[in-house]
């Protein structure tokens, strides 16, 4: 299996992004996906995720901002990140589990949004 996302950059505050992470290896869409962010010296946190059937769930800091979206035809999951900020800035992960409960089971390499001006 693997999750290979990309998108990342640096962007001024305000401003947008579009993460993608591709999978291969699984059945894609059998599988919740996720995103998830570290910044620097601080634990990994769930940013959002999406159920298999496509329901959404947000980190309450990112809800009205960030939009997850997948296209199973493409095995690919987005994150739409808006309005960002500089407490945004961090490496986001995507991953896959299967169902909404339990860990995840694959995790992608990271991609870096940096959010300053």
Not at 5 to 11: C, K, P, T
Not at 46 to 52: L, M, P, T, Y
Not at 100 to 110: I, L, V
């Amino acid at each position: 299996v693997q999750l290979q996302a990309s998108g990342g950059g640096l962007v001024q505050p305000g401003g947008s992004l579009r993460l993608s992470c591709a999978a291969s290896g699984l059945t894609f869409g059998s599988y919740a996906m996720g995103w998830h962010r570290q910044a620097p010296g601080k634990e990994r946190e769930w940013v959002a995720s999406i159920s298999s059937g496509g329901t959404t769930y947000y980190k309450d800091s990112v809800k009205g901002r960030f939009t997850i979206s997948r296209d199973n035809a493409k095995n690919t999951v987005y994150l739409q990140m808006n309005s960002l900020k500089p407490e945004d800035t961090a490496v986001y992960y995507c991953a896959a589990r299967r169902g909404m409960q339990g860990n995840y089971e694959y995790w992608g390499q990271g991609t870096q949004v940096t959010v300053s001006s």
